[in-house]
C-alpha cells in the first residue's frame, strides 16, 4: 500500500460570497490530512474575498480573468496532488468521500477516474432529489443525458494527477459543456468506476449560467458531441438516438429542447428515433412533433400536420427523411412502424 494520496481540491468561483462557506467547510470536515484547496476567484465583488480570508489553509488568488474555464485551469496548475476533484463554490461534498476515493485510487494498479452519487439542492440547502448514476460508465452513458440521464456530476467525479497529464487541461474556448468535453475526452481512454456513495450536494440556482440559456447550451452540446459518435458501435448510437427521441417525445415538443432538434440525418439516427416512438404511448404526438422540426427545415414538404391519417404522416416522413439522409435502409423500420400505427388508437 502507498502512502496516503493528496488529494487537490480546486474551485473556480466569482460572487458566491453568500455560497462558498459550505464549499470550504465541507472540505474540512473530510478530516483528512493531505490535502489543498485552491481557490482561483474572478475579482467578486460580493465579500467572498472576505470569506476567504478567514480560512489560511487556503490557497487561494483573486484576480479578474477571462471566465470560469480560465479560472479552473489556473487551479489545475496549481495543483500539486495525486487526485483532483472540482468543487464548483456553490457545491459541497458529504462526509467520508475523501476516504472512499482515497482507498479505491490508491491500490496496486489504481483506478484513474471514479465517480459517486450526487444530490440536488435548492438555494437554501433543501435537497430535492438524489441523481443516481450508472453504474458502469461507457461513452454510450455519457451521451444519454436525455432520457436515461445517468452520467456522472461533475462535483462527484474525481481523476487522478496522470490522468490530467495526460488528457490535459479543460478547454479554455468553451462557455458550455466544459465538463462534458473534458469527460468525452477521458472516457475513451480511460475507464469511470463507481463507489456506492453519495458524494456531493449540487445546488440548482436560477441565477445559474444556464438558466434562461438551455437553447443555447443543448447547442453547445451537440457541436461537442457529435464527433464522439464514430467511437460508439452501430448498436450503441442507435441507443444513444433513441434516448434522445425518448425524451423530446415526452418532454420537448412544447419545451426549450424542441427549439434546437437534432432531425435525423443517417439510419441509425432513425432507427433510434422510430425505437423511440415505439415505446411512447401518444405514437401520434411523437410524429406530428418531428414532422414540424423537420417540416420547418424544408419549409415545403406538401404535408399537413393536422392530418389525422397515421399511415400517411408515416409515408410523409419516410419520404422526408430519405431527403435528409440520402439512404433506403430506412424502408423495413418504418414498414414495421405502419403496421403497428395501424393498431393503435389515437
Known amino acids: 500500500m502507498k502512502e496516503t494520496p493528496k488529494i487537490s481540491v480546486v474551485t473556480p468561483t466569482l460572487n458566491c460570497g453568500q455560497f462558498i462557506r459550505d464549499c470550504i467547510e465541507s472540505v474540512l470536515a473530510q478530516n483528512y490530512e493531505n490535502f489543498e484547496h485552491i481557490i482561483v476567484d474572478g475579482g467578486s465583488a460580493d465579500g467572498t474575498v472576505d470569506v476567504l480570508r478567514e480560512y489560511p489553509h ?5 484576480d479578474p480573468d477571462d471566465g470560469e ?15 483532483i476533484g472540482w468543487l464548483n463554490a456553490d457545491d459541497w461534498y458529504r462526509d467520508g468521500v475523501f476516504e472512499k476515493v482515497s482507498e479505491a485510487m490508491n491500490r496496486v494498479g489504481g483506478l484513474h477516474a471514479v465517480y459517486g452519487d450526487t444530490t440536488f439542492v435548492d438555494e437554501i440547502r433543501n435537497e430535492r432529489f438524489i441523481k443516481e448514476t450508472a453504474r458502469d460508465m461507457t461513452l454510450g452513458g455519457v451521451f444519454m443525458r436525455w432520457w436515461h440521464d445517468k452520467q456522472p456530476r461533475q462535483p462527484s467525479i474525481f481523476y487522478s494527477r496522470q490522468l490530467m497529464d495526460d488528457i490535459g487541461l479543460y478547454n479554455d474556448k468553451l462557455h458550455y459543456s466544459i465538463d462534458l468535453e ?5 472516457v475513451v481512454r480511460y475507464k469511470f ?32 458531441s457529435l464527433p464522439y459518435m464514430d467511437y460508439l458501435s452501430e448498436k450503441e448510437r442507435v441507443e444513444v438516438w433513441e434516448d434522445y427521441y425518448l425524451y423530446q417525445f415526452f418532454y420537448g415538443i412544447n419545451g426549450v ?9 443517417d439510419g441509425i439516427a432513425l432507427r433510434g428515433a422510430v425505437s423511440a416512438l415505439k415505446k411512447v404511448k401518444h405514437l401520434k404526438k411523437g410524429f406530428l412533433y418531428l414532422y414540424g422540426i423537420v417540416d420547418e427545415r424544408l419549409e415545403n414538404t406538401g404535408a399537413t400536420v393536422e392530418s389525422a391519417d397515421s399511415a400517411a404522416l408515416i409515408k410523409n416522413f419516410k419520404e422526408m427523411f430519405e431527403l435528409l439522409a440520402g439512404t433506403g435502409e430506412i424502408n423495413e423500420a418504418f414498414d414495421q412502424l405502419s403496421e403497428e400505427a395501424k393498431s393503435r388508437v389515437y
Not at 487556503?58 to 483573486?62: A, H, R
Not at 474555464?69 to 487526485?83: E, P, R
Open 58 to 62: 487556503l490557497t487561494w488568488v483573486s
Open 257 to 265: 429542447y424542441s427549439e434546437v432538434p437534432m432531425i435525423p440525418r
Open 193 to 224: 468506476h463507481f463507489i456506492d456513495k453519495v458524494f456531493s450536494c449540487a445546488r440548482l440556482r436560477r441565477d445559474s449560467k444556464a438558466e434562461g440559456n438551455q437553447a443555447e447550451q443543448i447547442a453547445h452540446h451537440w457541436k461537442i
Open 182 to 186: 473534458y469527460w468525452l475526452r477521458v
Open 69 to 83: 474555464v480560465f479560472a479552473l485551469n489556473k487551479a489545475l496548475k496549481m495543483a500539486s496532488g495525486d487526485i
